[in-house]
């Protein structure tokens, strides 16, 4: 099957430092990427979604300075948290979408997370 | 504002049990229902999916049950393992601009006890 793969897993950073997330896809080409965004015990909410080529959609309530999403290949996107803080805390997914996968849902395959921790 | 509504929010169910899990959704234009499964520490994986033109969808131990007039789909997990332990989401799709986005239900956790 497919696989989405993100780096860094877990990352730890102090205070007002930016943190990058990369999201590739290994096996195919994603025209359009998802980012979300995971609290313990708590259901993925979406934060953007990011089109190759194209400035990223937010989601409402999702600070575009904030959180800078670039998807500048067709296997590659990255979140880039600016001056993080410790509210930023959370674990980031990511989501591709096969440009060619015309099955049953056009199916979203998930990265792995990466944890986040601003101290 | 929640479209996408799953209930328990936790379940625990003996080895060899049936477990079951439900959503509803108020959102007609949704046309594709997925379920997730995900373990601690990991992102979600597609467990099984259906289009709303179907009722039943089987794939080994996995089966949704989706009554359109309802607006309700539910997961059955027949003869549950430990190893099903995890928190499933269902979620739901709008066919639209954004590249086909998902609406994620709030999960449950599912605990099988050996």
């Known amino acids: 099957g497919a696989v989405v793969s993100q780096h860094p897993s877990r990352v730890i950073c102090k205070s007002g430092t930016s943190v990058k997330i990369e999201c590739r896809s290994l096996d195919f080409q994603a025209t359009t990427m998802f980012w979300y965004r995971q609290f313990p015990k708590q259901s993925l909410m979406l934060m953007a979604t990011?089109?190759?080529?194209?400035?990223?959609?937010?989601e409402q309530g999702v600070e575009k300075d904030k959180f800078l999403i670039n998807h500048a290949s067709l296997t590659l996107s990255t979140l880039t948290v600016t001056s993080a803080h410790p509210e930023d805390s959370s674990f980031y997914i990511c989501s591709a979408r096969d440009q060619w996968d015309r099955g049953i849902g056009e199916t979203q395959y998930f990265g792995p997370g990466t944890r986040l921790l601003v101290l | 504002q929640q479209q996408v509504k799953q209930s328990p929010q936790s379940l625990i169910v003996q080895k060899g049990g049936i477990s079951i899990i439900n959503c509803a959704y108020e959102?007609?234009?949704?046309?594709?229902f997925p379920w997730y499964q995900q373990f601690p520490g990991k992102g979600p994986a597609l467990l099984i999916a259906i289009r709303p033109d179907v009722s039943e969808k089987k794939e080994g131990r996995f089966t949704i049950s989706f009554n359109k007039s309802a607006k309700q789909f539910s997961l059955h997990i027949m003869d549950s393992q430990p190893g099903d332990s995890a928190t499933y989401f269902c979620a739901a799709r709008v066919k639209g601009n954004a590249g086909n986005m998902l609406t994620f239900g709030g999960g449950t956790r599912l605990m099988v006890k050996p």
């Open positions: 990011s089109n190759e080529g194209s400035k990223a959609t937010y």
């Open positions: 959102n007609t234009a949704f046309d594709y």
